[in-house]
């Protein structure tokens, strides 16, 4: 199946630091790649829809100001989480749209875990 | 607006017995269903979806019936592995615009040898 890659897996940072989280997918082209957060033992909280060449579309309550995504190509999204405080710890999930198998499936990436200390 | 409700975990079996994982949706038009698996410390992994009524999604010994009447994706396989020990989430898509993933809370499954 389509393989999608983060990076970093794991990020611990100081409050007032922005970083940045990379999702790309490896064998496939995305015009649309998704970001979710994941509380421990929590489902997954969509965040944001990244759309190749076009400004990312926020869920209701997510600060666009504050998780800064760009799309700049088929196969690269990143997520920048910017003036990082502790409630932005979270395990942060992207995923893919693929459709090369004829019909829409999105494939994940494994995660990124940020600490902000 | 669309969801996905699971039944409430964690569940935990003995190794080779029976699972079920119940899965019902409420959504307006006709949407695509999914289960995702978890293992711990890791991302999402497409475990099987149906993309119409009676359509069943199978993978590893797992199979899941889109049931359009009674709106339900129930997970099951006949006899769990240790290795099974996971979170499933049920999904759908609403096929329509950005076609977003919808997902049911999870329920974490703990196989015992």
């Known amino acids: 199946g389509a393989v999608v890659s983060q990076h970093p897996s794991w990020v611990i940072c100081k409050s007032g630091t922005s970083v940045k989280i990379e999702c790309r997918s490896l064998?496939?082209?995305?015009?649309?790649m998704f970001w979710y957060r994941q509380f421990p033992k929590q489902s997954l909280m969509l965040m944001a829809t990244s759309n190749e060449g076009s400004k990312a579309t926020y869920e209701q309550g997510v600060e666009k100001d504050k998780f800064l995504i760009n799309h700049a190509s088929l196969t690269l999204s990143t997520l920048t989480v910017t003036s990082a405080h502790p409630e932005d710890s979270s395990f942060y999930i992207c995923?893919?749209?693929?459709?090369?198998?004829?019909?829409?499936?999105?494939?994940f990436g494994p995660g990124t875990r940020l600490l902000v200390l | 607006g669309d969801s996905v409700t699971q039944m409430e975990g964690p569940v935990t079996l003995s190794e080779e017995a029976f699972l079920t994982i119940n899965c019902t949706y409420t959504a307006t038009g006709y949407p695509s269903l999914f289960w995702y698996v978890q293992y711990p410390g890791e991302g999402l992994q497409l475990l099987l979806k149906a993309t119409k009524a009676d359509d069943k999604g199978s993978n590893k010994g797992f199979e899941a019936t889109y049931r359009k009447e009674t709106t339900s994706f129930h997970l099951e396989k006949g006899s769990v592995q240790v290795s099974d020990s996971a979170v499933y989430f049920c999904?759908?898509?609403?096929?329509?615009?950005?076609?977003?993933?919808?997902f049911g809370q999870g329920t974490r499954l703990t196989i015992n040898p």
């Open positions: 999904a759908l898509s609403d096929r329509r615009g950005a076609q977003k993933l919808v």
């Open positions: 064998d496939f082209q995305a015009t649309t």
């Open positions: 995923s893919a749209r693929d459709w090369t198998s004829g019909e829409e499936t999105q494939y």
